[in-house]
C-alpha cells in the first residue's frame, strides 16, 4: 500500500509535457546542449519531436495573432483620415477649378490621391482577418515542413559523414532546435516584429548544436559542413518544387488549350 502511494505521489511530481517542452526549448535557446538529451533518449523521438513542435507553433501562433489584434486596434484609421483629406481637397477651390477647365488633369489628381492611401495602407501593414485566424495553422504547417525536409536531409548527411546515432533521433534533436521560434512572443507587443532574418540565423545555431549532440563522432567541421549541406538541401528542394509545379502548370494549360 505505501509502495502504491509512492509511485502514485512520484507520478503527480513529475513536470507537465507543456512545461518540460518549454524548459528544453528555452535551454536551447540558450545554446545549451542539455537542452536535447531527453528527446535523444526517448523512444520515439519523432512523436515526441512533432508533439512538442505542435505545441510550440500553435502557442507562439495564438500569441502572434493576439499580437496582430493589437496591432490592428493600434493604428492609424487610414480610412477616416483619407475621407477627411480627401473633402479638403475635393472641395477646395483649386480642384473644383481643375474639374472645369482641365477634367483630365483632375482625374489625374484623383487617381493619384487613391493609389497614394493604397500604398499607404500597404506600408502600414493592416492585418486582415484572414491573417489574424489563419496565423497558428500556417506557422505550424509551415514549421512541420521545414523540420521534415531539413531532418531527412540532416540525417541522411550525418550518417555519411560518419555520424552515429540511433534511427530518428537526430528528426528528435531537430524539432528541439526549433526554440528560436519562441523569440516570437514578443510579436504581442502592438508594432514588433521580431526580423526573420534573427530567427533564421539563431536556428542555424541551434541546427548546428543538434548535429554536435546527436552525432558527436564528427568534427566540428564535419558538423557545421552538415548543416550548412541540410540547409541548401532544403532550399534546393523548394525551389525545384516551384520550378516543377510551374512546369506542370504550363503542360496543363498547354493540353487543356
Known amino acids: 500500500m505505501a509502495q502504491v502511494t509512492e509511485t502514485t505521489s512520484s507520478q503527480h511530481a513529475k513536470p507537465g509535457f507543456l512545461r518540460t517542452s518549454f524548459r528544453q526549448f528555452w535551454q536551447a535557446l540558450l545554446l545549451q546542449s542539455e537542452a536535447y538529451q531527453p528527446i535523444l533518449q526517448s523512444e520515439r523521438p519523432v512523436r515526441q519531436g512533432f508533439r ?53 488633369l483632375a482625374a489625374v489628381v484623383n487617381l493619384g490621391y487613391r493609389l497614394f492611401w493604397l500604398l499607404a495602407g500597404i506600408r502600414i501593414g493592416y492585418p486582415s482577418r484572414l491573417d489574424i485566424f489563419l496565423t497558428p495553422l500556417s506557422l505550424w504547417a509551415m514549421g512541420l515542413f521545414n523540420w521534415v525536409t531539413f531532418a ?13 546515432a540511433r534511427r530518428r533521433a537526430f528528426w528528435g534533436a531537430l524539432a528541439v532546435a526549433n526554440a528560436p521560434q519562441l523569440l516570437t512572443l514578443l510579436n504581442i507587443i502592438p508594432g514588433l516584429v521580431v526580423p526573420s532574418s534573427l530567427l533564421w540565423s539563431w536556428t542555424l545555431l541551434t ?14 567541421r564535419r558538423s557545421l559542413s552538415t548543416t550548412l549541406a541540410m540547409y541548401a538541401l532544403h532550399y534546393f528542394f523548394i525551389f525545384l518544387s516551384i520550378v516543377l509545379g510551374v512546369l506542370l502548370g504550363v503542360l496543363v494549360y498547354s493540353l487543356v488549350l
Open 52 to 104: 512538442m513542435l505542435t505545441a510550440l507553433y500553435l502557442i507562439t501562433g495564438l500569441i502572434t495573432s493576439l499580437g496582430l489584434i493589437f496591432h490592428y486596434l493600434t493604428l492609424p484609421k487610414v480610412d477616416v483620415i483619407q475621407s477627411q483629406v480627401g473633402e479638403l481637397i475635393l472641395s477646395s477651390g483649386l480642384y473644383q477649378q481643375w474639374t472645369v477647365e482641365q477634367p483630365a
Open 207 to 220: 541546427s548546428y548544436q543538434a548535429v554536435r549532440v546527436t552525432y558527436p563522432q564528427l568534427t566540428w
Open 152 to 164: 531527412i536531409f540532416g540525417e541522411l548527411i550525418g550518417r555519411k559523414l560518419g555520424g552515429q
